[in-house]
């Protein structure tokens, strides 16, 4: 058997089949279960249900699904309830391109919701907010300077993560040695850069600040910088699948018992499992919310969540963009709800820009007006080891931080 | 001297994990000439076998047992359904395999929920020679490589299976005019390939995390390792994956992680232009 043009063609249109296949999950309805006359409010939902991100995406629309359903139950908003529109963005900002303009040009819908990366955020604000002229919220933490006019931003920025984690790593824990790994794309590199400047103005140092590749799989390198520079904090960015050896080989180091602290700012409840319970231990998180906050409002919509989906893989947490999805969704409800039902994108925003939510995981939340981003609670968590088990304590929180954006 | 020891250890450890997961990818491209792109996936099959058995409460020591096993019947499976059709074209085998690796990729995917699953090692912990730590994992990683190297080349130089698979890459015809069955033969050795697929990806799944790329990741550094060895003989791919192992490992000391990586590419490449036929051209087994 030789290898002809025929047999070239069929092997190479089977593997576009396997393709094809993979993206008939995009495009789903989630219709209310009454009507109103003019019609349900719709909702869209771009998110990554497929690739990599998945775990955070698919956490994004059970979150979204769950809200919209108890504002749907409790009448919806004025009147009218919220249809959901989904579209994946399958973790590949080239393909979230068109189906993001399906849910503009096709669904209509009337604001949409999500992304995860910053790569997705770039890739599909044009085609949402430009072209599209509709209201685009994005809901995870971030590296900030997102400041398009009719994008709302209700996650955590820089400043909200580190203004009070980083006092608190010098001046609390003692530490002055800071070292920065960091995987290298844009979170990490502007993250660190305002970092930087809050370390060094508390009297700090940085030893150094290094980039790697996602998938590095061997640090041996950094892990003896570490130790040569004798650093006693490490402000760490880097993500998986690059993360889990990085981790190790710092705990094989012997650097955690030596008195060093490892400092994440994305670490949640999902990344308890992604390390055994030793090499968690110590380890310091600042984020809009924990469980181990234990207010009575966040464990009300865990539960709640619970109820909806029994045993979900995919948990309400912060660092998945969960919580911005609540408040992203919570936020258009009061802003439509201020417009007296009014959906026009300009008259939506104008409300937004003032919105204020009374409650919400790890508590209320305002939008700060003409800075398209949130105030809101943050907590500084500590990674502790029961036997084995994981679990983070709260050890700070601080009201209303500003996002100091825009 | 107390750094010189650290280094090469974890050079020697970083290098073990690069040639146990070319082995099996080398052993198939080698004798059947086959480039199986599914071969990251039985990577993660292996790794995946270890994560069920700790899911299950049996802890991780069954499925480091059973990862070979489970894994190289998978292979026999696949070799005899699909991989036998495409003897003829590698091409098609090329396209054949990747799909079948994306169909395992994306299903483990689904099964793990995307996430990242964190692996205890069999034996964790650390001994200590001279004031230095040295992770266990790591050296009996390093010393199962070394067993398993030297298994494989007994195998093949030293038994008569190992002859007439020799007999076969040598010359089909002529194999099977002396009443060898390639057939048979061929499927041995891609079920050999996939359960050495599925013992690597058992022993690295504890030093980085399960999840449905694992295999990837290693999956183009084991191809330049095998072009850089060169193919037809069976320490070619094995000397290659030293080679870019220890390169990996070491780049990173000497320039900035992000250049390192591609470094590593240019250098072995630069290689593969000065000797195209490979490091080993005489002498084949």
Known sequence: ?406 | MDFAVKFAFDILAFTSVMVLVVLGLGVIASMMGIFNFAHGELVLLGAYTVYLSSELGLGTWPGLLAAPVVVGLIGLVLERTIIRRFYKAPIIAMLGTYAIGLIIREIVRGLLGGHYKSIPEPIGGAFSIGGLEFSIWRTMIIAITLAVIAGIYLLLARTSIGLRVRGALENPMLARACGISTGHLYALTFTFGAALAGLAGALIVPLYQLSADIGIRFLVQAFLSVMLGGVGTFEGPVIGAAAVGSLAAWLPWVVTPVLADPLVFVIALAIVRLRPQGFITVGRL
């Not at chain 1, 080239?94 to 669904?107: D, F, M, P, S, T």
């Not at chain 1, 996602?214 to 003896?224: H, P």
């Open chain 1, 1 to 406: 058997m030789t290898m002809n043009r025929r047999r070239l063609l069929g092997g190479a249109s089977a593997l576009a089949a396997a393709g094809w296949l993979g993206s008939l999950t995009s495009g789903f309805v989630l219709r209310p279960r009454w009507a109103h006359a003019a019609g349900p409010i719709k909702m869209g939902i771009a998110t990554d249900i497929t690739g990599p991100i998945a775990p955070s995406g698919n956490a994004n629309w059970q979150v979204a699904q769950f809200t919209v359903e108890e504002i749907n139950k409790a009448g919806g908003i004025q009147g009218r309830p919220i249809e959901l529109h989904l579209e994946d963005t399958a973790s590949d900002p080239k393909i979230a391109v068109g189906n993001v303009r399906k849910l503009i040009q096709e669904r209509k819908v009337d604001v949409v919701l999500g992304g995860i990366t910053s790569a997705m955020r770039q890739a599909i604000k044009d085609p949402i907010v430009n072209r599209g002229r509709t209201l685009y919220i994005y809901p995870q933490l971030y590296e900030g300077q997102e400041c398009t006019r009719f994008l709302f931003n209700t996650g955590p920025t820089p400043a909200q993560q580190c203004d009070r984690l980083i006092p608190y790593l010098i001046n609390t824990l003692g530490k002055k040695r800071f070292a920065m790994p960091s995987a290298n794309y844009v979170w990490p590199q502007l993250l660190n850069k305002y970092a930087r400047k809050v370390i060094e103005a508390n009297g700090g140092e940085v030893v150094f600040e290094e980039y790697y590749p996602l998938d590095q799989a061997e640090y041996s390198a950094t892990i003896s910088k570490i130790r040569d520079g004798k650093v006693d904090c490490l402000f760490s960015t880097i993500i998986a699948p690059g993360l889990q050896p990085f981790m190790k080989q710092l705990y094989e180091s012997g650097f955690q018992k030596n008195g060093g602290v490892v400092t994440c700012v994305y670490y949640d409840e999902n990344l308890l499992n992604y390390h055994p319970a030793h090499e968690m231990e110590g380890l310091v998180s600042c984020l809009d919310y924990f469980r181990a906050v234990n207010d009575p409002f966040g464990n009300a919509l865990q539960e709640g969540y619970e109820r909806k989906f029994p045993g979900s893989k995919y948990l309400f947490t912060a660092g998945s963009a969960s919580t911005g999805m609540y408040r992203g969704v919570k936020f258009y409800e009061a802003a439509v709800k201020a417009t007296g039902g009014k959906l026009s994108r300009e008259e939506v925003a104008a409300a937004m820009d003032k919105a204020v939510l009374e409650n919400g995981p790890g508590g209320g939340a305002q939008m700060v007006p003409g800075k398209l981003h949130a105030r809101m609670n943050m907590y500084i968590a500590v990674c502790r080891n029961d036997g084995g088990r994981t679990r983070y304590e709260v050890v700070d929180r601080a009201e209303m931080v500003d996002p100091r954006e825009c």
